[in-house]
């Protein structure tokens, strides 16, 4: 009842409005001095004017407009109405006017004259157009009043970045005094932006002014509200910030801020990713759309780090069903909780299966009939694999099998699986067990409908088990912060990047590709763990010592990301490439695997390195090393520390 009575108000606003601009425009006309049967006109034109008038309103979905959400989107709603009913008025007072012309009688009447049609569409715009911008004024007010609390110890804050991200950073803060936020202006690099007023606090000069600003204003911390920043911004922003003595702090990307709306309460400290020594790359979300939408997805996996984000991302994008399979139960629990929270009308389902079940696996195929398979279960850590070869094989060679095999048999349309850098002239157990595992779906791919592909990432900033978490630990603890070689050096990606990529993948594999993302430079591990020491507020060598241990068994100083065999070409994307290697005759790829097999069954660590090395010729079992491996896809001139992932990859398309 509450619903029709608040309905019934709205319209009766709206024909008040729309009767008192006609009758404005006839007082306007005459200047209140009606002549002679004018006022019988205003009443016989008075109905069907107000009738095509909101009949128009409701045709260009003005009414259906919330008021107290009134936007500049919706005033072209009302300009449109009002146009329109112009037009058929002003075409009415012409054709009422040959009709009088003709003799025929009565037609006079329903004659409006022009000045009194125009000044009525004036007067009826503003009339609709004000009353719903005072309900929006009148409810932001209260809205602010009622999160509105004592806040004494609201912190001065100088807002980096006039931009559009900015300016509705400034807009939630001015109704979110709940906060504690009291911004006291803007910085911004764009000379032409200083001395302007943003939503009404004054551009007060460029990043180089910050201390001098923040001494001048009482700012106790910075907020960086550029929404597409480079980590080569932030690390100067933040370097200028630890030399004023103000905090630092970063609102979400710009992939964060959709439809002009930004969260503030995800503002947070800057952080690792933040500082990533290149630009992010930016994926084709249209196209990512297109295989993930209205379809069935089924990610193994799912409680990881990458496999848990790419349930984020696919969630977002409107699946008809959701397959989580995951051997660990407290992963797969914690992970199901936040997508139903997230996404409560998604239809999402929870597999607790070992990927090496081949049974349990062709099970949840034949329920769920899954149209799309992102493969991201398995074991990664190098050095538990240098001490457990023979759980590599079972899970990173015979699962993806397992899993291929069924994708291939239940008629999956793609089949994506994650591997890594690693797989690359491997020296590692995990990276050649990868390499095994792209083979086995490359070689699949030529008699299969299923379109396999792989993905190779570099390392995973943030992902559990990776340098940074193990590292935040040590700096936690007082450190020592260890690293085994000064001269380590990794490609380095984000999460939202890893996961985008795989979806990516799905949509422009056309079967038995290697895809490999354009990572920029390799990034020393010492910088990074440099880097890390600064954000926590410490010093190096005075509150955290940085501890070299040598290289342990498997690892590389320097990774690749493809070799000069496997013909690196781009992708529709510039920093997507894909490389693709003449595939290994299935029967000798069959044989090696099932060799592998009864290897790891029996416990026989050196044979399955032995039989590794058989299947993956470039595999070079290293134990500790510190000399990097030979120059597949660099000139001997340049050392390969040195190179970007373009570098390295513009060698293999030479080679």
């Given at each position: ?31 209140a ?14 109905p ?14 003005v ?31 012409l ?18 004259p ?29 809205e ?23 300016a ?23 000379a ?8 009404g ?23 960086v ?34 439809g ?12 690792i ?26 990610v ?8 848990s ?6 969630s977002?994008?409107?699946p ?10 407290n992963p ?30 062709d ?18 850590h ?19 099998r ?58 995973v ?15 936690a ?14 490609y ?10 795989v ?79 003449k ?9 090696g695997?099932?060799r ?20 993956v ?31 390295l ?7």
């Amino acid at each position: 009842m509450l619903r029709i009575f608040n309905r019934t108000v709205l319209l009766a606003i709206d024909l008040v409005v729309l009767t008192c601009a006609l009758l404005l425009a006839f007082v306007l006309r005459f200047e209140a001095a009606f002549p002679q049967g004018m006022w019988t006109r205003f009443i016989v034109v008075l109905p069907y004017v107000v009738a095509l008038q909101y009949a128009l309103m409701v045709v260009f979905g003005v009414t259906r407009v919330a008021w107290r959400y009134f936007s500049l989107a919706d005033l072209g709603r009302v300009i449109g109405a009002t146009a329109m009913g112009t037009i058929v008025l002003a075409l009415s007072r012409l054709v009422a006017g040959e009709l009088l012309a003709a003799n025929h009688s009565g037609a006079g009447v329903a004659l409006i004259p022009y000045g009194i049609i125009l000044s009525d569409a004036i007067l009826m715009f503003l009339g609709i157009t004000g009353a719903r911008v005072l309900r929006r004024i009148l409810a932001e007010r209260s809205e602010s009043a009622r999160r509105a609390a004592p806040r004494a110890d609201a912190r001065p804050t100088i807002l980096i970045g006039a931009g559009r991200a900015g300016a509705l950073v400034a807009k939630e803060i001015a109704g979110r005094p709940d906060l504690g936020i009291r911004p006291v202006g803007f910085l911004d690099d764009d000379a032409l932006k200083v001395g302007t007023v943003v939503y009404g606090l004054p551009v007060l000069g460029t990043t180089g002014d910050l201390a001098r600003v923040c001494e001048e204003r009482g700012a106790r911390q910075a907020l960086v509200t550029m929404a597409s920043a480079s980590g080569t911004a932030i690390r100067k922003i933040k370097a200028l910030c630890d030399a004023a003595g103000v905090g630092a702090k970063i609102i979400p990307g710009v992939f964060e801020i959709v439809g002009g709306q930004v969260n503030l309460s995800r503002i947070r400290d800057v952080a690792i990713e933040d500082l990533l020594r290149r630009e992010p790359v930016q994926l084709d979300l249209a196209s990512i759309s297109g295989i993930v939408e209205d379809r069935v997805v089924l990610v193994t996996g799912a409680g990881g780090s990458i496999g848990s984000e790419i349930c984020r991302q696919v969630s977002t994008f409107g699946p008809a069903k959701l397959v989580l399979v995951e051997q660990a139960e407290n992963p797969l629990f914690f992970v199901e909780r936040e997508l139903r929270a997230t996404h409560s009308d998604l239809d999402l389902v929870p597999c607790i299966a070992d990927i090496c079940d081949a049974d349990r696996i062709d099970a949840i195929f034949a329920e769920h009939k899954p149209d799309v398979v992102f493969h991201a279960a398995a074991h990664k850590h190098v050095p538990l694999m240098e001490a457990n070869p023979c759980e590599a094989v079972k899970n990173n060679v015979l699962g993806t099998r397992v899993l291929a095999d069924t994708a291939d048999r239940r008629g999956v349309g793609e089949f994506v699986m994650i591997s890594t850098d690693k797989a690359v002239n491997p020296t590692s157990v995990m990276g050649v067990s990868k390499r095994a595992a792209e083979i086995y779906i490359q070689s699949l791919s030529q008699k299969s409908k299923t379109r396999f592909v792989a993905v190779r990432f570099g390392n995973v900033l943030g992902s559990a088990g990776s340098v940074v978490p193990i590292f935040r630990e040590q700096i936690a603890q007082g450190g020592p912060v260890t690293i085994t070689h000064p001269e380590m050096r990794r490609y380095f990606m984000t999460i939202p990047e890893a996961t985008q990529l795989v979806l990516e993948a799905a949509s422009i594999g056309r079967g038995g590709e290697i895809f490999i993302l354009d990572m920029g430079e390799p990034v020393k591990v010492v910088d990074l763990a440099r880097d890390l020491i600064a954000l926590s507020g410490l010093r190096e060598g005075e509150d955290i010592d940085i501890v070299f241990t040598g290289l342990r068994p498997g690892e590389k100083l320097f990774e690749e990301l493809s070799t000069a065999e496997e013909q690196a070409d781009k992708t529709r994307n510039p920093k997507v490439f894909t490389g693709r290697i003449k595939p290994h005759a299935m029967d000798e790829v069959l044989a090696g695997i099932a060799r592998l097999r009864d290897a790891a069954e029996a416990g026989d660590a050196t044979q399955v390195r032995r039989l590794f090395a058989s299947l993956v010729p470039e595999y070079r079992p290293s134990s500790a090393s510190s000399s990097p491996p030979p120059a597949v896809t660099t000139s001997s001139s340049v050392p390969r520390a040195s190179q970007s992932s373009t570098a390295l990859l513009s060698k293999a398309q030479e080679a």
